[in-house]
């Protein structure tokens, strides 16, 4: 989003690939890329991340927040 003239310029998608920020959960902070998601009727979807350090771990969707495609990040994540 431009913050000069608040139009969209791009869309991230959600998909597996994509690099995510977890944003809740015992895991909140972490940074990896999506890898899957299982669909779970009428609960949580879950949602399997690996990280940097090729960790995998599991969250619910609703922990995710996208930040960018692949390894390329599109926001900075540095103070």
Do not use: W
Request: proline share 3%; hydrophobic share 40%; net charge negative.
């Amino acid at each position: 989003m431009n913050l000069e003239t608040g139009e969209v310029e791009s869309l991230i998608k959600y998909e597996n690939g994509a690099q995510v920020i977890i944003i809740g959960g015992n895991n909140i902070g972490r940074v990896g890329i999506l890898q899957h998601v299982e669909k779970h009727p009428s609960s949580f979807d879950i949602c399997h991340v690996k990280d940097a350090a090729g960790n995998t771990f599991a969250t619910r969707d609703n922990n995710l927040f996208v930040i960018g495609e692949g390894k390329k990040s599109v926001i900075s994540l540095l103070p």
